[in-house]
């Protein structure tokens, strides 16, 4: 318990404790390993807000706390990330659809372009038969 904001009650104070057991380097490795693409929109929509306030600010967290500002920092990727994910997911999805509708494209030309030449072969045939008759 540390005194509070007016100098005469106490309030807990969990930072102390919080950097010995949270601030690790096993924290560092979640995050490293933390997986982003199945983030739910829910924690999104909860932590936007939080990164928005005054007292989130990088230079305040900076002031504070090079961790608080790490994290902030690392959130505010995360958040980066998902929105880009929405706009390139969708594309992604459309790009295989595309490849595919290629790859069967390219085949009908394929067996259209053998057909083709079976028919050259057989025309220059019969024209060079025509000739010699």
């Known amino acids: 318990m540390v005194t509070g904001p007016d100098g005469k009650t106490k309030v807990a104070d969990y930072w102390e404790p919080c950097k010995k057991s949270i601030l690790t380097a096993a924290l560092l490795k979640q995050l490293q390993t933390y997986p982003k693409d199945n983030i739910e929109e829910s924690m999104v929509e909860e932590i936007v807000p939080v990164l928005a306030l005054e007292d989130y600010s990088e230079a305040k967290l900076m002031n504070a706390s090079k961790a608080a500002f790490g994290i ?60 010699s008759t």
């Open 72 to 131: 902030s920092k690392w959130c505010r990727a995360i958040i980066g990330y998902h929105g880009a994910m929405k706009v390139v997911v969708p594309k992604k999805i459309e790009l295989a659809a595309a490849k595919e509708s290629s790859a069967a494209a390219q085949k009908l030309y394929d067996a259209a372009k053998e057909k083709l030449a079976g028919v050259q072969a057989e025309m220059k045939k019969l024209v060079d038969e025509l000739e």
